[in-house]
């Protein structure tokens, strides 16, 4: 297959370069990423500044396996639809892929995630997407990862399983695969924070915060990926972008 992969933690990211590297030994890849971190950004695009694009340079070591890459200055979105509609405007891609984060994108996290909104903006294209996430801030081992998701692709000419408007939202536990508990096909769970804004003062005596939180996991129940992922299993949940309340549509009407 084609595969364009993207992300937010940036081209530096060692989540990118493992996937690129894993995947381009049998597939023909290509990547596009931003050229710091997007984290958080959820859906931004840069439709009010210039966007800049710029081919790997020795400033950036390549990476094994690739076709080609570029970087831009742009958010996770624009890097996906820049990467379709003019960089590599000429390859027939099958397949997009966002990742492999640093860090869980589960629940009310697919709202915010870069991660996420890349993989959503390539569906809303019209491509095959999917967006991939480990469970873990501090382990850096996407290798297992990576062979898993190149092993879910095996085989496949092709990404036309999904549904239209509909991408794979996917979560890896951290650790060796051996460590893997199965594969779980789940929903978006509860995923809550406990948040706080510390409040920090500047050398000019001005007043800063920064704003800091810990998972609530003891709200995930069974079928949610946060679940499935507490239990050591890879998560995977079919996500579409309609956000619209079908059960409230006749009561607005009334009201209205």
Partial sequence: MKILIANDDSIFAEGIRTLATVLGEVHEVYICAPDRERSATGHSMSLNQPLMVSPLTKRIPWIQNIQDGVITTGTPADCVKIALKQVFKNVEFDLVVSGINHGPNIGVDVLYSGTVSAAMEAMLMGYPAIATSLYSYSSKKFEPAAQWLRAFLEGRKDFKILPERTFLNINFPPGPSEDYKGVEVTVL????????????????????????????????????????????????????????????????????
């Fill in 189 to 256: 769970g509860n995923r809550a924070y406990k948040e706080n804004f510390e409040e920090r003062v500047d050398p000019r005596g001005r007043s800063y915060y920064w704003l800091a939180g810990d998972p609530v996991e003891d709200k995930e129940v069974p079928g949610t990926d946060g679940y499935a992922l507490l239990q050591n299993k890879i998560s995977i949940t079919p996500v579409k972008f309609d956000m619209t309340n079908y059960n409230f549509i006749e009561a607005l009407k009334g009201l209205v």
